[in-house]
């Protein structure tokens, strides 16, 4: 450089070794951000060591106190030098970084603590006397006799007291009590047999336990579904499917939820990999391909779901705080949280979520007579059609489909004459239809309770799930523009388009290059009448950019083919006659998806006689 920089004397300049402290501090940069990562560095080093409890405090947002204690294997007094040393690890022996079975094992989060705060480490193995060491901004006191039963304290007290610039990016004491109490959360969701405690110990004293899940017992399914239960709450283990499927050395086991127990944005989203919290693009990518065709774009799947894997398919060596994960084969990955989930969803049928009953039941419950506790709160929400869905909306009236759908509602009205050996219908799922109300409800009795059905809803699944189901069998049928609409595209985009050509042609929309950036659209398919074919165009553009797959077109006619099933079904304010509603149940029964409608809303809610009597007070 040629302009005279201040910090540097006119002397050529010297190349030095940086000390421990310094190296430390510039490490600690990387592991710890704030203090959650400082408590999720400790809790790691409990579980690592076996602990089955593991006790965090914290004070004011964790920035004056951390604490952990756990009654694991603990560290010797003559190690504890060695602990605090960068690079100095008992987990791995540095020969294979593949082959990683903890979560700690670059040896640096405690050097990196110790280089920022004031960390002291108090331990007792079995057999030996309880040890102690001090160091603080960097500067390791000798080793002394301590007391304590058993296990490891680790207290952290006034985190970046010695990197004042990082003391100054600390967000508010509330923000960085919600980050720890997140990350101890996660952790307590891959560790069912560990028994973890969350105080807040801000103005001294023994602390407010602010969250607490004990030890769960039972086999892998029983304890994680009971502490998912405890941690994300006892609405979603209810509404949530048990996933477990193996590909290709890789297993995939958790929970996912039903598409109408789905939220607002992406905050019930748990992934983890080899027991390792992740966050992964990858793998959040995969969740929301998996619910594509069950909830509409601004609704967001609730999931628990664990990777586990041979170590060596996976690097968790990217990144300082291994929240970020490589798959060797990241496809199979992916294509193991896709079709696992896919297939839960089909198997729960028409199930739909309990949500969505209670919150029914809580709409229901007479008012109290005196002023009371709030209504209870509903988690399901209604979403509003995109712009994108009115958009498509007028394609209803294409021709094409008006005889599909009418051809399909006649196999409603046309119900198959019942054989004597099946059940009567009040012994299945969605029992028999005792009449409608205002012309858009089915209620229906069952064996012990009763269902109440949106027509509307109901049928425009069934349409959709049959036009899907065509479409598999016979292909899309494709129908010739008597003049080839010609589109105006930049080449980039012209590209992307013919790249996926030929997965277009098959669902009935034929693409041919212009010349220059245009494409030529010949046919389209037939099912959707007459098509602003760049209007779609368009649509399948942004889908692309957004999804960057060509799978995601099928998925796309299949949206559109849900707008059009929309459009097609019965609407509400059709009056049915009782054998029109009880063939509308049992195709319900018989479809896969019918718990919802294309758009996540449930397309029936179920009321137990149990409930219903507890709304009477008779309970
Ligand atoms: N709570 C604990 N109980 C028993 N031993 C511990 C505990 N915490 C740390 N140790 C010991 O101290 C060593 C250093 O811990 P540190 O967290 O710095 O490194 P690590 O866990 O090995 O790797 P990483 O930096 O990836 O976390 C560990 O390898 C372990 O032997
Ligand atoms: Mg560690």
């Known amino acids: 450089m040629a302009q005279a920089n201040p910090n540097i004397s006119e002397t050529r300049p010297v190349i030095r070794q940086l000390d421990d402290a310094a190296i430390n501090r510039i490490a600690a940069g990387e592991v710890v951000e704030r203090p959650a990562s400082a408590v999720k560095e400790l809790v790691e080093n409990a579980i690592d060591a076996g602990s089955s409890r593991i006790a965090v405090d914290f004070a004011d947002g964790g920035k004056t106190l951390i604490r952990v204690t756990d009654d694991g294997c603990g560290i010797s007094g003559k190690d504890l030098p060695l602990a605090l040393s960068r690079h100095a690890t008992s987990k791995i022996d540095g020969s294979d970084l593949l082959n990683i079975h903890t979560f700690g094992f670059r040896g640096e989060a405690l050097p990196s603590l110790g280089a920022v705060g004031r960390l002291t480490i108090t331990s007792r193995v079995s057999g030996a006397e309880a040890a102690s060491i001090h160091v603080a901004g960097g500067k390791t006191e000798a080793v002394k006799p301590a007391a304590l039963r058993a296990g490891t304290v680790v207290e952290l007290r006034d985190l970046f007291f010695a990197t004042p610039a990082r003391l100054k990016f600390m967000r508010t004491d509330r923000a960085e009590a919600q980050a720890i ?121 609730a999931a628990a779901l664990f990777i586990d894997c041979d170590p060596t398919l996976v690097d968790v060596n990217v990144h300082p705080a291994k929240s970020e994960v490589r798959f060797r084969d990241p496809g199979v990955a992916r294509g193991l949280i896709v079709s696992a989930l896919r297939h839960a969803l089909a198997e729960a049928g028409h199930r739909a979520s309990s949500t969505v009953a209670n919150a029914t039941l809580g709409a229901m419950r007479p008012e109290p007579a005196l002023p009371a506790q709030p209504a209870p709160a509903r988690v399901y929400q209604m979403d509003r059609p995109s712009s994108a869905a009115r958009q498509v909306a007028y394609q209803a009236q294409a021709p094409g489909f008006a005889e599909l759908s009418q051809d399909y509602s006649g196999s409603i009205v046309e119900p198959a004459p019942v054989a004597k050996e099946e059940p009567p219908a009040q012994d299945l799922p969605l029992g028999a239809a005792r009449g409608q109300v205002h012309e858009n409800y089915i209620i229906a009795q069952t064996a012990d309770g009763m269902v109440i059905v949106d027509q509307h809803a109901a049928h425009e699944r069934l349409v959709y799930e049959k036009l899907k189901h065509q479409m598999a069998e016979n292909g899309v049928a494709a129908q010739a523009l008597l003049i080839p609409e010609i589109v105006e595209l930049s080449e980039g985009d012209c590209a992307r388009l013919m790249a996926v050509a030929d997965d277009l042609s098959r669902l009935g929309l034929t693409l041919e290059p212009f010349g220059g950036g245009a494409i030529a659209v010949r046919e389209t398919p037939a099912i959707l009448g007459e098509v602003d074919a760049r209007a779609m165009i368009l649509d399948i553009l942004d889908e692309l950019a957004d999804q960057g797959e060509s799978q995601t077109v099928q998925a796309r006619i299949e949206a559109i083919l849900s707008r059009v099933a929309c459009h097609g079904s019965i609407r509400s304010g059709r009056r049915m006659r009782a054998e029109e509603m009880n063939a509308l149940l049992r195709e319900m029964e018989a479809t896969p998806h019918s718990g919802q409608c294309n758009h996540g809303r449930p397309t029936y809610v179920e009321l137990k006689l149990a409930d219903i009597e507890r709304l009477f007070g008779r309970s």
């Open 181 to 301: 109490t997140d990350f101890v959360k996660r952790l307590a969701m891959a560790e069912p047999a560990i028994t973890f405690t969350l105080r807040d110990a801000s103005g001294g004293g023994e602390g407010r336990v602010t969250f607490r899940a004990d030890r769960e017992n039972g086999d892998l399914f029983d304890a994680l579904h009971a502490r998912l239960a405890r941690v994300i709450g006892r609405e979603f283990a209810e509404n949530a499917l048990q996933i477990d499927a193996t590909r290709e050395g890789i297993r995939l086991y958790g929970y996912a939820a039903l598409p109408t127990y789905s939220r607002g944005a992406a905050v019930a989203q748990y992934l983890f990999v080899n027991g390792r919290p992740v966050r992964d693009k990858m793998l959040t990518g995969a969740l929301r391909a998996a619910y594509f065709d069950f909830l509409s774009r601004d609704r967001h799947p």
